[in-house]
């Protein structure tokens, strides 16, 4: 896994968010802002125009280039939570990146997110997609998984964990403020995270 392939990640993740905008827009307006689409394309333009004008020495620095424009560029949760996702990703990651190595640094940075949001399993947040997808990498590295097959069922895992939110009451954010009535709907930031892991498996395939 080398930094060609986390640049692409993003690329592809960008690509993947421009095309889903208003539907993220349209499931953040059942229960938040209104703006989750539209906050998380303006930031991945920016992140792109940052690796570009980055001189990349390494798959670290790429993650934590991505993680510090998130943070500066995106309003709104989003922002400050997929930055400290893929920062700490980037403080944790070793080299060379192996898919075990991979799968501790991602695990570090949902751990993070979870920190910064005190948000946990279950609370109809980003963190019910992306806690399943570091469980599924654990298990691939544990069953001696391939990289191409690991990566696809962490995407898969993260999908159904985004489509397993629209039963849920939301314990946390906005939409926990509706009480009843958050339930559903998908979570924007899962649906959303569920694009990032898809554009993982599709870059490295």
Avoid: C
């Amino acid at each position: 896994m080398e930094a060609a392939l986390f640049v692409a990640w993003f690329e592809e993740a960008a690509r993947l968010v421009r095309a889903d905008r208003d539907r993220l827009t349209r499931l953040d307006a059942a229960i938040g802002d209104a703006d989750h689409g539209t906050n998380l394309d303006r930031g991945l333009t920016e992140v792109l125009k940052a690796l570009a004008d980055t001189a990349i020495e390494s798959e670290a620095q790429v993650l934590t280039t991505a993680g510090a424009t998130l943070i500066r560029r995106v309003g709104g949760a989003s922002g400050p939570l997929y930055g400290s996702l893929f920062r700490q990703m980037g403080k944790a990651l070793e080299t060379p990146v192996t898919l075990a190595g991979f799968a501790a640094a991602f695990e570090e940075g949902v751990v993070a997110v979870e920190r910064l949001g005190k948000a946990a399993l279950g609370d109809k947040t980003m963190v019910d997609a992306l806690a399943p997808a570091s469980r599924a990498l654990a298990l691939a590295v544990r069953d001696g998984v391939g990289v191409r097959e690991a990566l696809d069922q962490a995407a898969r895992a993260a999908a159904d964990g985004s489509k397993a939110t629209i039963p849920m009451r939301a314990r946390k954010g906005r939409a926990s403020y509706l009480g009843e009535r958050s339930i559903g709907h998908e979570d924007p930031g899962a649906a959303s995270s569920a694009l990032f892991m898809a554009a993982l498996a599709t870059v490295a395939g």
